[in-house]
Every structure is written in structure tokens, then in C-alpha cells.
């Protein structure tokens, strides 16, 4: 089984990243989301600190202007593909899963609203992990992401709170 960490809108919210991140446990990669860009580089310190070393995609979000990280990306884990964004530049739902299918993607992964959300729409798993950060009370809780576990076919998504 290969486990990915999913992270989004942390805002420089670190200690709850770091919080989040041990909860996960043992992960073989890592998404970050957007919101905010620098966040990405404090994660990739942690992880380069674990034994296995996962390493860690990154776009970046609406809050990034300055940032060098991609809008979207692709990457493969456990055979499958992951398309990452932000959302921000996205419509709806249906224009992400459809810019997801363009791409070639299994999962499509996106933030910005801070609302966590996984369901299975348009032909596509659409995933939102919800905001890392701690200040996120008002728009769905706590702080929050997602471990996405790929198993053959089957990718489970998993909260973490």
C-alpha cells in the first residue's frame, strides 16, 4: 500500500502542519496544496527528516503570487496519477475534473475553499483535504488533511484532524 499526505491552506500555520503530519504516521509522499508557498519549503524540512525521506509536490495557491511553485502538476503514486492544484482557477468541480481528465488522472486534488471534501464526481475521485491550519474554525474546523492510501485500483482517502 503506498500512503500520500495531503496538505492545503496551512496560511504559516506550522505547528499545525507539524501536527498533522506526525499524526499521518508513515507516508511514502507528500501534496501540498497552496496557501502559503513558504509552508511548502518548512514541510519538505520535516520529511527530509524522516527515515524514508517521501518527497513532497507543491503548487501553488491564490495567496502565492511571488511563487516559483507550478499552478498544477502531475505526479504518480502507487500507479496512479495525481493532479494537484490549488482550485482557485477552477470554475467548479466539474471544470477541475474535467482539467484532471485532460491531464491524464486518476485523483485530482485541489484547496482554496477550506472545506474538506472527497467524493467521486464528474468520472473523477475529487479530493480536498481541508484546511492545515488552526485558525480554520469558522469554515469547517479544525485544522485538517488527508492521507490518500493506494492499494491496486482502490484509493481510500483518510482524514486526519
Known amino acids: 500500500m503506498t500512503r500520500v499526505g495531503v496538505f492545503s491552506d496551512s496560511h504559516g500555520d506550522h505547528r499545525s502542519l507539524l501536527a498533522l503530519l506526525e499524526a499521518m504516521g508513515y507516508i511514502d509522499a507528500a501534496c501540498f496544496l497552496g496557501d502559503v508557498a513558504s ?28 511563487s516559483l511553485l507550478p499552478d498544477d502538476l ?5 500507479g496512479k496519477r495525481l493532479y494537484l492544484t490549488h482550485g482557485h482557477r477552477c470554475a467548479n468541480l466539474m471544470a477541475l475534473a474535467l482539467r484532471a481528465k485532460e491531464n491524464g488522472a486518476d485523483v485530482a486534488l485541489f484547496g482554496h475553499t477550506h472545506v474538506a ?22 469554515r469547517g474546523g479544525p485544522a485538517r488533511a488527508c492521507v490518500l492510501e493506494i492499494k ?6 483518510v482524514e486526519v484532524v
Open 39 to 66: 509552508d511548502a519549503e518548512f514541510l519538505r524540512l520535516q520529511l527530509e527528516a524522516m527515515p524514508n525521506r517521501p518527497p513532497l509536490y507543491a503548487v501553488r495557491g491564490n495567496n502565492d503570487l511571488l
Open 74 to 78: 502531475i505526479c504518480e503514486a502507487g
Open 117 to 138: 471534501l472527497h467524493e467521486y464526481a464528474y468520472g473523477m475521485l475529487l479530493v480536498n483535504p481541508g484546511s492545515a491550519a488552526d485558525c480554520n474554525h469558522a
Open 152 to 157: 491496486g485500483d482502490q484509493v481510500r482517502v
